[in-house]
T-cell receptor
Framework: KAGVTQTPRYLIKTRGQQVTLSCSPI?????VSWYQQTPGQGLQFLFE???????NKGNFPGRFSGRQFSNSRSEMNVSTLELGDSALYLC?????????????FGEGSWLTVV | TQLLEQSPQFLSIQEGENLTVYCNSS?????LQWYRQEPGEGPVLLVT?????EVKKLKRLTFQFGDARKDSSLHITAAQTGDTGLYLC????????????FGQGTTLQVKP
């Protein structure tokens, strides 16, 4: 059974640009969450999607957005990039996102903003 | 604000020693998961504990969920150099779909 797949693995962007990251969850999983990991803040929850709807949201500015498609694949977008957006962005999938169900992570997308 | 305090943040030990990592919170979690993360990679799930007082063993690793479901511990017996890495605890709160509250992580170095 394939794991959580994230693309691209590494990317470099310039301040002010936007970026789109992609995530394919484990087959059969319908909940996809996104996290940002930085050395200073650790892992922080961005948002969760289930059945193409954003169901939960963390405390990030509106520049961070996402969507989910009918096949459960998800994308997240960051607009007007800032230097502080440099981070490892992790996608996680679970069967239905209900607490108690195990959440599995992808390998992440490393974003560097210069 | 829900917080999960993980300690110690850094641990450097000799191969063969035992160690324990702790995660504590004032919040009640419906489940708690432990992950291990290698540099540049995503967290890899080690275990999920759901029931208060639950103890799970994974070879030399023993995980315990507190009776009140507010704390957890990871005990490693006879550590090996291959255990080196970042260990993360993460709690799920009932009703908070898809969201895990992460501890700050414990960086473990096992020296030969």
């Amino acid at each position: 059974k394939a794991g959580v797949t994230q693309t691209p693995r590494y990317l470099i962007k310039t301040r002010g640009q936007q970026v789109t990251l992609s995530c394919s969850p484990i087959s059969g999983h319908r909940s996809v969450s996104w996290y940002q990991q930085t050395p200073g803040q650790g892992l922080q929850f961005l948002f969760e999607y289930f059945s193409e709807t954003q169901r939960n949201k963390g405390n990030f500015p509106g520049r961070f957005s996402g969507r989910q498609f009918s096949n459960s694949r998800s994308e997240m977008n960051v607009s007007t990039l800032e230097l502080g957006d440099s981070a490892l962005y992790l996608c996680a999938s679970s069967a239905d996102g209900i607490s108690g169900n195990t959440i599995y992570f992808g390998e992440g997308s490393w974003l560097t903003v210069v | 604000t829900q917080l999960l305090e993980q300690s110690p943040q850094f641990l450097s030990i000799q191969e063969g020693e035992n160690l324990t990592v702790y995660c504590n919170s004032s919040s009640v979690f419906s489940s708690l998961q432990w992950y291990r993360q290698e540099p540049g990679e995503g967290p890899v799930l080690l275990v999920t504990v759901v029931t208060g007082g639950e103890v799970k063993k994974l070879k030399r690793l023993t995980f315990q969920f507190g009776d009140a479901r507010k704390d957890s511990s990871l005990h490693i017996t006879a550590a090996q150099t291959g255990d080196t890495g970042l260990y993360l605890c993460a709690g799920a709160i009932s009703g908070n779909t898809g969201k895990l509250i992460f501890g700050q992580g414990t960086t473990l170095q096992v020296k030969p």
